[in-house]
């Protein structure tokens, strides 16, 4: 069997989210975050179930748990990610923007020609 | 606090627990931080291990009497790698390089033979850093249980105590 479970804790530390404990069990990872929960006061905790299927090279993530307070933080949970997201559309839109152009100059010049 | 039974019946947890109550703001705690006196019976299922030269250079700092290698009289000092397979030792130390390169708690559950029987066990390995963030030493762990050979598909768990 190439796949393999992780459920990793993790606690938000100002703009970043850090690994507390990687455990192969769920129920012992859930039970991680409720300690971590009641240590680190008003820090929002999550609990990421990563499924990794090597023979694909293929890693899946989803949360399986989410403290109260991510919830109440929700845009600022999920603004790791967001970021990127962004950047990334913005990046798409500006090579298929310079694309664009090079092709109409291309068709220009052949015109001219 | 070291959380006793009573408050905490899984073993690996009160060493998760501790171990993040320690740590508190840094990346990770100190050796020195840890009162072993805490630990009550627990200690005796923990072993130290030193990194100062590296993985592959790790030697046993500390061991439990539970953990310690049939034959191995002297078990501080001795290298890591030389643990004998099959032992609870070997099986502690699975994971040691996942821990030390990620630098967080690991714990990974399954099935090993032990002294010719099926046992059913669970690990945690802790890293720990003299300067709060390059690995230092390791604190380990282990509880298990033997089962018959026909409830092995059953999972470890997160429960039992330690043997």
């Known amino acids: 069997m190439t796949v393999t479970v992780a459920y990793e804790v993790r606690v938000q530390r100002g703009a970043q989210w850090r690994v507390e404990g990687i455990f192969d069990d769920e129920i012992l990872a859930l039970a991680a975050a409720r300690k971590v929960e009641a240590r680190v006061g008003r820090r929002p905790v999550v609990v990421i179930q990563e499924i990794y299927d090597a023979a694909r090279n293929h890693l899946k993530s989803r949360s399986v748990y989410r403290s109260e307070r991510t919830r109440l933080h929700e845009p600022a949970a999920t603004e790791s990610r967001r970021p990127d997201d962004a950047r990334f559309a913005r990046r798409s839109r500006s090579a298929l923007l310079a694309v664009t152009l090079i092709a109409a100059a291309g068709v220009i010049a052949i015109l001219h020609a | ?163």
Not at chain 2, 89 to 104: D, I, T
């Open chain 2, 1 to 163: 606090m070291y959380q006793t039974e009573d408050e905490e019946r899984r073993f690996v947890l009160r060493l998760f627990d501790y171990w993040h109550l320690l740590r508190a703001e840094r990346c990770l705690p100190r050796l020195g931080d840890f009162t072993f006196n805490d630990f009550g019976k627990d200690a005796a299922s923990c072993l130290v291990l030193d990194l100062r030269d590296g993985l592959a250079k790790a030697t046993v700092l500390r061991i439990g009497m539970r953990l310690k290698p049939d034959g191995w009289e002297q078990a501080e000092g001795r290298l890591a790698a030389d643990g004998p397979q099959g032992s609870l030792m070997f099986e502690l130390l699975r994971h040691l390089p996942e821990a030390v390169e990620r630098k967080v708690p690991v714990s990974k559950g399954g099935e090993f033979i032990l002294r010719g029987r099926p046992a059913l066990g669970r690990t945690i390995l802790l890293p720990l850093a003299d300067d709060g963030y390059s690995v230092s030493h390791v604190l380990g762990g282990i509880n298990f249980k033997f089962v018959q050979p026909a409830a092995q598909s059953v999972a470890a768990g997160s429960g039992g105590t330690a043997a």
